[in-house]
């Protein structure tokens, strides 16, 4: 995936150009672009003159953030504690069985991504699944693939 | 409209009962994480849509408000019309118009729509008198499920910003810290420190700026009692930090918000802009000296950032690595400077304290832990949601009386809270009574107030595990014994998992929770091994039962397990559609089997049978 790098400056350039703005530089980046991408590491340490190392620390450091190209859907599969114990598993193994991939990867034709996260604070619905932004609570493994395709 | 005076905000007050007093019947729609997962935002459209074409005697459009979570989750999508309380629960947008035409316009009670308690099958109308609700006392929570959380009016005709007023009319700081100080309110986010001595300590430091900051990193999987009080009565929030910046004499606030909450982060920023729009934030609020302003920071999904020192860095821009704590963060804290740094519950419960006495809340709950702490009930557990109860009350209690006990009556094993610092009391234990030293005294924690409710099927070690490799993944990295040392840790977990682990291993994992609790700098590390040390403590049992006897109590590992399908199988074909790996083999309406060898021991099988006919060897 080819992104303008003028794109990316002008996501940076309506940021303040401050350094406590880091983090929220790379979050309105990564808004735009669902991911960061590469270029963005070196433009963003020469808008807020700071090393490249320091903007790579903190785009690894916080889990939010992804340096690869994410697909077009994103598929989090909670799995905070209640989710655990109520079979958040089961929704990862049948998404696999379903659309080929795994937590981490994207599905070659850019269409989903499968997200592992660690508790979306919707326990009492365990267990939680969300396909973006939509939340689907007391997820039937055997409905994760239907679900997901339906959107 | 600015707010520049306490008699103009008392006369609005005023204005908005008027109004409001004209809308008689109220329709409260749920919209928490849980009812809009069932469809509850198409629940409200439609109440909207039929209302807008149709005339009701006392009922307006305006009747209908979207609330926060109302806590009986495991009821959603409910739908609660006041002044009667009637309580309907499970509601799809289908019911939409015979609630209209039949409770609404005559009067009538959709009886399948209420809620019947499942073991004395009786049937309530009102949701005060629910069990899960008669035994709550709602402080930090009173507003939640109960106002609009957009609307400032709904805040203010609560009785909102008049704790502000108070304090600006005629209390003094000191006077302000020394009420905190008497109500014996504890941090909520866990630690349970005293909030009226960190907020003298900051009001009298010396240094300049002081900051205040609000800690909405609620990252311990299993909690969501800040998440529903940001999302629904932020304005309590913004409340509490304005008096917390008054006492200790700050101007500028933060509150951190965890990314994986986007409608919390919208609520607050609606609720800072109308408070800063009515005069309630910025410069000279209410037409005092008092000049206090806030902006929201969101979070990158690192768990460590809940912890103080890392949450300024954090605020800071930098990464989220907490540091040694020579100097406590309140007094070098954000930009090394004095700082307050509260959890969202707690500065909920501050107006109130300041509105209805210091003596007042110490009267609830226990000596030691003053006042209520909200709960969010989960695991397998009836009636799942958010509750807040005094201090001092059962174990027991809250998860048989409120929580209607066990998922298809099934035996009660173990509560776990705190999340993964905190750790899981078995059954002997129930009768406990909750509050910060009584639980810590146990091996356990309150920590945040994630409670998640465990039954037979649940094997404990696997739970030791699951929170072992999540502390492993959220470690910062910076202190080895916590780096290396939990990895390890998990990995001998693992191979107890494995029914590879040896007695020995045990000891080992014992002596190494020692090093790791003994050799880091923050409370991730200081309490990692407990899910370990707890569980182990507790359930010494089913540890033993893998390593001596490769097995798995609980029915949970993998590796020591196998599925088998008995004589009850009808041969619906159910287990057989979702296996992934083929190992199901069977016709339409003749008993299936499973190949042992081909199985993986998913387990899909076993939760989509409908007549038990799988057992767990």
């Known amino acids: 995936m080819i992104i303008d790098s003028n794109k990316i400056q002008k996501v940076i350039d309506d940021s303040p150009q401050d350094k406590k703005q880091l983090i929220m530089i790379l979050q309105n980046i990564q808004l735009e672009f669902h991911y960061l991408p590469k270029e963005s590491i070196g433009l963003v340490s020469e808008y807020l003159g700071m090393p490249q190392s320091t903007v790579y620390s903190a785009a690894t450091f916080y889990k939010s953030f992804s340096l690869v190209p994410r697909g077009e859907n994103i598929i989090k599969v909670c799995k905070g504690t209640a989710c655990h114990i109520k079979g958040a598993d089961l929704i990862i193994d049948q998404l696999y069985a379903g659309i080929g991939i795994k937590p981490g990867q994207t599905t070659k034709d850019m269409k989903y991504t499968i997200e592992v996260v660690n508790c979306v604070g919707a326990c009492a619905m365990a267990p939680v699944m969300i396909v973006n932004d939509k939340y689907f609570g007391e997820v039937k493994c055997n409905r994760a693939t239907k679900l997901v395709k339906k959107g | ?617």
């Not at chain 2, 003298?200 to 609620?218: F, I, M, Q, R, S």
């Not at chain 2, 969101?298 to 800071?316: D, I, T, Y």
């Not at chain 2, 707690?346 to 030691?368: L, M, Q, Y």
């Not at chain 2, 190949?595 to 799988?614: F, L, M, Q, S, T």
């Open chain 2, 1 to 617: 409209m600015k707010i520049d005076s306490i008699a103009k905000l008392d006369k609005w007050r005023k204005e908005i009962q008027t109004k409001q007093k004209a809308i008689k019947t109220k329709i409260l729609i749920c919209l928490g994480p849980g009812c809009l997962a069932g469809g509850s935002d198409k629940i409200l459209k439609e109440f909207q849509t039929i209302l807008k074409k149709k005339k009701i005697k006392d009922v307006l459009v305006e009747s209908v408000k979207k609330t926060g979570c109302h806590g009986f989750c495991a009821r959603g999508p409910m739908v609660i019309i006041e002044p009667l309380g009637i309580f309907y629960s499970k509601v799809k947008k289908v019911h939409v118009k015979d609630i209209i035409e039949k409770t609404l316009q005559k009067g009538e009670i959709i009886e399948k729509l209420l809620y019947k308690d499942p073991d004395t099958d009786k049937i309530y109308k009102e949701w005060r008198k629910i069990p899960f609700y008669a035994r709550q006392q709602k402080i930090a929570l009173r507003n939640v499920g109960q106002i609009d959380p957009d609307e400032i009016t709904d805040y203010i005709v609560n009785g909102g910003y008049s704790a502000l007023a108070k304090i600006l009319k005629g209390m003094k700081p000191d006077e302000v810290i020394d009420q905190v100080s008497k109500s014996g309110l504890r941090g909520r986010g866990g630690a349970g420190f005293s909030t009226g001595r960190k907020w003298v300590t900051c009001a009298k430091a010396e240094e300049n700026p002081h900051y205040v900051l609000c800690n909405g990193d609620e990252g311990d999987p299993g909690a969501f009692m800040d998440r529903c009080i940001m999302e629904g009565d932020p304005h309590t929030v913004l409340e509490g930090m304005i008096i917390c910046a008054y006492a200790v004499g700050s101007q500028e606030g933060y509150i951190y918000v965890r990314e994986e909450y986007p409608l919390a982060v919208v609520n607050l920023q609606k609720a800072i802009d109308d408070a800063r729009k009515f005069g309630l934030l910025g410069d000279n609020i209410l037409g005092t000296d008092l000049c206090f302003d806030l902006k929201i920071s969101k979070g990158g999904g690192a768990f460590v950032c809940g912890e103080s020192s890392a949450l300024m860095r954090s605020v800071a821009g930098e990464i989220g690595e907490p540091r040694a704590k020579y100097v406590r963060s309140v007094l070098k804290g954000l930009h090394d400077k004095p700082t307050v740094l509260n959890n969202v519950e707690t500065f909920a419960n501050i107006p109130v304290i300041i509105e209805k006495g210091a003596d007042w809340f110490a009267a609830i709950g226990t000596k030691k832990s003053t006042g209520t702490k909200a709960f969010s009930l989960a695991g397998k557990i009836k009636n799942t949601g958010l509750i807040e109860v005094p201090m001092g009350i059962k174990l027991k209690e809250i998860i048989y009386d409120i929580g209607g006990g066990i998922n298809d009556n099934r035996k009660f094993k173990a509560v776990q809270t705190g999340g993964p610092s905190g750790g899981c009391l078995p059954a002997d234990k129930l009768d406990l009574e909750v509050d910060f030293d009584t639980l810590a005294d146990n091996g356990s924690m309150m920590g945040s107030g994630g409670m998640v409710v465990m039954d037979d099927r649940t094997c404990m070690v696997d739970v030791s595990r699951y929170f072992l490799n999540f502390l492993v993944e959220e470690s910062c990295g910076k202190c080895v014994p916590c780096r290396e040392g939990l990895f390890q840790l998990h990995k001998l977990n693992e191979k107890i998992c494995e029914g590879k682990g040896t007695e020995d291993e045990l000891k080992l994992m014992e002596n190494l929770s020692k090093t790791i609790i003994s050799g880091s700098l923050c409370g991730l590390g200081q309490s990692g091994p407990n899910p370990f040390l707890s569980t182990i403590m507790y359930f010494r049992d089913e540890y033993e039962a893998h390593v001596k006897k490769q097995e798995c109590p609980g029915g949970v590992c993998k590796k020591l397990i196998t599925y088998k399908i008995n004589d009850d199988c009808n041969g619906c074909m159910a287990c057989l559609s979702v296996c992934a790996a083929s190992a199901i083999t069977g016709k339409k309406k003749e008993q299936h089997t499973i190949d042992e060898v081909k199985c993986d021991r998913c387990g899909a099988c076993y939760a989509v049978c409908n007549i038990n006919a799988i057992d767990i060897i």
